[in-house]
């Protein structure tokens, strides 16, 4: 099983609409969790973090469940600068605590 | 604002050619890393450093090495270079060790052919 999983889609999806990515990682002892962002031929930059209360950031929320190992981002009203590909990351615990895991990625396309 | 600068951005190698990325952060971050990027492979941890004068070996460590001499340096040297390690390679940074963001270099895209 592979340590952070995603759907690699793409999702084309319209202005304005709501969408939403999953991710499941497989070390439980895993502490932290970000989403990520990827523009095409550029670097990764951090979206936002991920708690387990949950957390909002205008347009987006991220969602944790340890219990289930699974993580969510639900964009909002989406536009066409959210084109973009969506790193879910995971950070793992004691030695391997330095060590970010990244997932694929989902490709997200806004269409006009 | 310069953050997490890698030089050099492209470069073209022959196979067994030899080869210094550098990758110089002006944040007084303690960790740094080098991770690869290909395609349908997501981004892989070669080697990363806790501190001046350490590095440790990451997932994919084989045909690297690296030195953190400086604080504000992290260099990733290729030996003998293979046409498997055609790549796009990305230095990153962070405060500290976890729950922290990682701030990236634009990357390096290495061809060896």
């Known amino acids: 099983r592979k340590e952070v999983e995603q759907d690699p889609g793409p999702f084309n999806v319209p202005e304005g609409a709501t969408v939403a990515f999953n991710c499941t990682y497989s070390n439980s002892a895993s502490q932290s969790f970000f989403w990520y962002r990827q523009d095409c031929r550029k670097e990764p930059k951090l979206l936002m973090s991920?708690?387990?209360s949950g957390n909002e950031d205008g347009r987006f929320t991220a969602q944790l469940n340890r219990a289930s190992q699974y993580i969510s981002l639900l964009i909002r009203d989406s536009k066409l600068s959210d084109s973009a590909t969506y790193l879910c990351v995971v950070q793992g615990s004691g030695a391997g605590s330095y060590q970010l895991t990244f997932g694929k990625g989902t490709k997200l396309s806004v269409i006009p | 604002n310069a953050g997490v600068t890698q030089t050099p951005k492209f470069r073209v190698l022959k196979t067994g050619q030899s080869m210094t990325l550098l990758c110089a952060q002006d944040m007084n971050h303690e960790y740094m890393y080098w991770y690869r990027q290909d395609p349908g492979m997501g981004l892989r941890l070669i080697h990363y450093s806790v501190g001046e004068g350490t590095t440790a070996k990451g997932e994919v460590p084989d045909g690297y090495n690296v030195s953190r001499l400086k604080k504000q340096n992290f260099l990733l040297g290729l030996e003998s270079a293979a046409p498997s390690q055609t790549s796009v390679y990305f230095c990153?940074?962070?405060?500290?060790?976890?729950?922290?963001?990682?701030?990236f270099g634009q990357g390096t895209r290495l061809t060896v052919v």
């Open positions: 991920v708690y387990s």
């Open positions: 990153a940074s962070s405060y500290q060790a976890s729950n922290t963001e990682a701030f």
